[in-house]
């Protein structure tokens, strides 16, 4: 399976500290996108980051890139209650053929006040 | 969830009846795409279209039909829902096959 991984499935911290999710995954990529879904909604793009690019910074949100190891982080800095949501990693496929984004199953971050 | 509805919000169905969710994009992307989405499986792609007429199968497509007459709409029928079909819908498009997909806000389905 291409599916992205995400680590840890779930992840508990208090406001302020920081919160780190990892996704691993087997094939070589074209890009891998993180997504936030809050209970209930769609989900929302965070940030893309190529096959050709090692770090992305977005405001509060750091997103690094290991093709070596196939693995990627999303680290959220001084979070937020309004940061509790589920996290994806979407992956697609460098050698993509009549298929699109693959998303692992989430991390879902509880962030407590 | 802006540019992009779906409707219905909610349904709930019998085994056997069809069933069609409605996507409507007001953003002119070429692709639109179906999930479904499950507890510990993500989000897996049934369905997607790139363009008018153009569509594909995805992950999980049996048991699942499109139709893009228009770029603006994607159907999903589901000819004879089962109880395994029981899932949260959505859709997203993008305007190229890698790029960022925007979601709408999910059909949330029930087969009884």
């Known amino acids: 399976s291409q599916q992205g991984e995400e680590d840890p499935q779930a992840l508990s911290i208090q406001e302020g500290e920081n919160a780190t999710m990892n996704c691993s995954y087997k094939?070589?990529?074209?890009?891998l996108q993180w997504y936030r879904q809050n209970s209930g909604r769609g989900l929302v793009h965070l940030i893309l980051?190529?096959?050709?690019?090692r770090e992305k910074h977005s405001g509060r949100l750091r997103v690094t890139l290991d093709t070596s190891k196939k693995s990627s982080s999303l680290l959220i800095t001084a979070s937020r209650a309004a940061d509790t949501a589920s996290y994806f990693c979407?992956?697609?496929?460098?050698?993509?053929?009549?298929?699109?984004?693959?998303f692992g199953p989430g991390t879902r971050l509880s962030v407590l006040p | 969830d802006a540019g992009i509805t779906q409707s219905p919000r909610h349904k709930v169905t019998e085994t056997g009846t069809p069933v069609t969710l409605r996507c409507h994009q007001t953003?002119?992307?070429?692709?639109m795409y179906w999930y479904r989405q499950d507890p510990g499986h993500g989000l897996r792609l049934i369905h997607y279209?790139?363009?008018?007429?153009?569509?594909d199968k995805g992950e999980v497509s049996d048991g699942y039909s499109v139709s893009r007459s228009k770029t603006e709409d994607f159907l999903l029928t589901l000819e004879s829902a089962t109880s395994s079909q029981t899932s949260v819908y959505f859709c997203?498009?993008?305007?190229?096959?890698?790029?960022?997909?925007?979601f709408g806000p999910g059909t949330r389905l029930t087969v009884l």
């Open positions: 094939t070589s990529i074209n890009n």
């Open positions: 997203a498009i993008s305007e190229a096959r890698r790029d960022t997909q925007y």
């Open positions: 979407a992956i697609c496929p460098a050698d993509n053929y009549g298929q699109n984004f693959v």
């Open positions: 953003e002119n992307h070429r692709y």
């Open positions: 279209s790139y363009g008018v007429k153009d569509t």
């Open positions: 980051i190529r096959s050709n690019e």
